[in-house]
T-cell receptor
Framework: GQQLNQSPQSMFIQEGEDVSMNCTSS?????WLWYKQDPGEGPVLLIA?????ELTSNGRLTAQFGITRKDSFLNISASIPSDVGIYFC????????????FGRGTSLIVHP | NAGVTQTPKFQVLKTGQSMTLQCAQD?????MSWYRQDPGMGLRLIHY???????DQGEVPNGYNVSRSTTEDFPLRLLSAAPSQTSVYFC??????????????FGPGTRLLVL
């Protein structure tokens, strides 16, 4: 079964607020990935992290690869209505496997 | 490039019927995979393939068959559909297994309802 714990499960926020979500694992990963899924679409990659401690930004999004390699965080600053969707974390490279393990997702709703 | 394409977009089946979900990619990716997405369950891996002629089971393979006769195509077969297979199915591909190649590109999904 899945090894990743993603939280929170859902978030309801006002436009302009900052958002934080995270994933934790009992296993060490070599790569952490964050995807966004718009309603009715497939997931799209937002940020990829390849090194422990790495902090990477993509516009208003910032993600970090935890020092222990067992966790990752995604922050969204100054949220806007188009940020609505489901955000998934994924870890790869645990035990030499390249098969990604996905979190259960964080559903984000932004009220205008 | 069209990326990853999936057909059909929607499908309704009766219990016991069979069907094939099509997936194709035009990026010459070696690695392809099938996921199902159910509410609150995230993405669960059904089957995957690391290249033409090679397939393997994922987390939830029961009730599904796959084959990989070409690099481009990776069809998913339901031999005898069951209501528990009602879900949204995503196909994904990536170019390889080394860092920076591991990023998966997802198709738009097939929404399946089994009555």
């Amino acid at each position: 079964g899945q090894q990743l714990n993603q939280s929170p499960q859902s978030m309801f926020i006002q436009e302009g607020e900052d958002v934080s979500m995270n994933c934790t694992s009992s296993s060490i990963f070599n790569t952490w990935l964050w995807y966004k899924q718009d309603p009715g679409e497939g997931p799209v990659l937002l940020i990829a992290l390849y090194k422990a401690g790495e902090l990477t930004s993509n516009g208003r999004l910032t993600a970090q690869f935890g020092i222990t390699r067992k966790d990752s965080f995604l922050n969204i600053s100054a949220s806007i209505p188009s940020d609505v969707g489901i955000y998934f974390c994924a870890g790869q490279g645990s035990g030499g496997s390249y098969i990604p393990t996905f979190g259960r997702g964080t559903s984000l709703i932004v009220h205008p | 490039n069209a990326g990853v394409t999936q057909t059909p977009k929607f499908q309704v089946l009766k219990t016991g019927q069979s069907m094939t979900l099509q997936c194709a990619q035009d990026m010459n990716h070696e690695y392809m995979s099938w996921y199902r997405q159910d509410p609150g369950m995230g993405l669960r891996l059904i089957h995957y393939s690391v290249g033409a002629g090679i397939t393997d089971q994922g987390e939830v393979p029961n009730g599904y068959n796959v084959s990989r006769s070409t690099t481009e195509d990776f069809p998913l077969r339901l031999l005898s559909a069951a209501p528990s297979q009602t879900s949204v199915y995503f196909c994904a591909s990536s170019s390889g297994t080394s860092a920076a190649q591991e990023t998966q590109y997802f198709g738009p999904g097939t929404r399946l309802l089994v009555l």
